[in-house]
């Protein structure tokens, strides 16, 4: 499996990295993309911008590890995963997930696999700033943690 | 000595991002009793289920593991990415 991992404060283009994926991913009859965006409005008060940290380094090891893993479930071509750090507006994608396989199942749940681990294993914080001005850490959900269960 | 990081919510909760510390030699449980003995904050902020995982030299540790001397060792809060 061909495998790229990118942190990054940059914004990413969808077409063309898929189209980069489809070249380099040899004869992938399918390709799952997943792109996750910071919504506007998840409470009573309007989002100005979502922050995220990461630890450099550790993070994109422990994307790679979990994409991995899932190359040992799935018969996976190829994998990108594009992760962006630093301050983002609603509306911004956050993460790009591109799974390359022979036939789509296997890269349909290859996709939302590395998805549900890396949102419970992949070191990265948000603090959301709302418009008011005031700021806070976003905390874990339990919800996600059952979502990776399923897999186990 | 070793360099200790914070990270996320552990940040702000602690009042810093990193810190140079006399070591020794000891484990990941060594370094959690010796930071939460600092009470108050330290003990809060640190208390089982605020802390993640601990990361030694880059690579990220499941349970008890050593922390050479010279370790760069960071202190993760819960994730939130994706």
């Avoid at chain 1, 296997?106 to 008011?132: G, H, S, V």
Wanted: proline residues 4%; charged residues 25%.
């Amino acid at each position: 499996m061909r495998l790229s991992v990118t942190v990054s404060a940059d914004v990413f283009d969808l077409g063309q990295e898929e189209a980069r994926l489809a070249a380099e991913a040899g004869d992938a009859g399918a390709v799952v993309a997943f792109v996750g965006r910071v919504r506007g409005q998840d409470g009573p008060v309007a989002l100005a911008s979502l922050f995220l940290e990461h630890y450099p380094g550790v993070t994109e090891s422990e994307i790679a590890r979990i994409a991995r893993e899932a190359a040992t479930r799935w018969p996976l071509l190829a994998c990108r995963v594009v992760h962006r750090v630093g301050h983002l507006r609603p509306g911004e994608g956050i993460v790009l997930v591109l799974m390359a396989s022979s036939h789509r199942q296997a890269a349909f749940q290859a996709a939302e696999y590395l998805m549900d681990y890396l949102k419970t294993q992949a070191p990265f914080w948000k603090r959301e700033c709302f418009a008011d001005g005031s700021e806070r850490w976003v905390e874990a959900k339990t919800s996600d943690d059952d979502a990776c269960r399923r897999w186990s | 000595m070793i360099n200790v990081r914070y990270f996320g919510v552990l940040k702000d909760a602690l009042g810093l991002e990193q810190e140079t510390l006399d070591w020794q030699g000891g484990t990941t449980g060594d370094l959690l009793s010796r930071l939460r003995a600092r009470g108050g904050d330290w003990d809060a902020a640190l208390a089982p289920g605020k802390v993640f995982r601990l990361v030694v030299n880059q690579s990220i540790v499941q349970g008890e593991a050593a922390i050479p001397v010279g370790a760069e060792v960071g202190i993760l809060p819960p994730v939130t990415g994706g």
